[in-house]
């Protein structure tokens, strides 16, 4: 689980160029395991295992905080208790379920691997790595993850978590989001693993550690496991390892929304299949190019408000329009006339919900897109 690297923007030497290793993983595996029975966090999914709730918890963790996850978790299962019920359900459902998490693509792939699960292995999730790698939108971290926590198979793992508390004990020169880095802590990983008594409780261990104790600011070393032969702690650097990623370059963008009330009913569009928040629902929107014209609406319209809202990549600087005076949805525009009382039947984005908050709506986010605006970077590596 966690800070979903992607490969390397940072120019660390290759591992084999003298970086050091986890000197005795035999112990360090020991001990990880002695700490994990009484440290471990009571979280749904563990309270009861099954190959499809380590799926579905997998991808829910990947780039979301775990308290946002705990409630959403809950209620997709009870929603989709099984990977037959989640891939004969319409995507738009699959969506609504899953607002507020953010990241809406790892909501269809979840749905597409239910459905490769079912096509494929008669509704069992596989229990190898191998086999399931071969489902869509999992890659190395997370077939590993169920394959190992779910199955007990001995195969290793490697996340932002991970890489944090391998690097910080060997003193190694990691940094986050870098292929380089990635390499050394899988391979340290495996070593771990490889001397494990149960591979489930190591990498639940390790992932445990980097979330709870090992942690990216204020690491606790003294109540860590791991104190003894770390090696960052004897020396004083658990704040300089790993080193940040190196930031790619940020883009503004200007776009305008219209919120058109229409009786009891509000304009929606669908976004496009691919890209961002794709198929998801929203007030029609348009890119707003400066220093020209505004866009051209259906209707003469009237500023009621603005608000930023910031992606990985970018930041959106929304403006919130709406019809001025009073105006019928035009049939011919290909709006959908959602019922003010049942927006949560659609998926929204949460700068979606954001625009009908700003143009006044008195509008009820489902509980998981209540929680919060946006969800935090985690990052896994290899998938
Ligand atoms: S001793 Fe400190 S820096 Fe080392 S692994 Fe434990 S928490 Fe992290």
Redesign the pocket.
Known sequence: MAIRTRPARGSNPPPDAGWPSIQDPASLARALEEWFPGEARSLPWRRERSGYRALVSELMLQQTQVSRVIGAFERFVERFPTAAALAGAPEDEVLAAWQGLGYYRRARLLHAAARAVVERHGGDVPRTEHELRALPGIGRYTAGAIASIAFGERVAIVDGNVL??LS??AGAPARVADAASERWAWEQSARLVAQSSSPAVLNEALME??AT???PAA???G?????GG????RAGT?AA?PAPRIAAPRRTERWTSLVWIDGNAVALERRPDRGMWAGMHQPPTVPTPGGGDGPAWPCAVREVGAFTHVTTHRTIEFTVVVPDGAARIPADAGWTRAPLGGLDAYALSNAAWRTLEVAGLDVTRPPAAAAGRRAPRRAATGS
Do not use: D, K
């Not at 109540?223 to 104190?227: D, L, R």
């Not at 770390?230 to 702690?233: L, M, P």
């Open positions: 944090r508390v910080r004990v550690l980097g104790v090992c942690t690491p606790r070393c109540g860590c496991p791991a104190e770390c090696a960052a702690r658990q390892i």
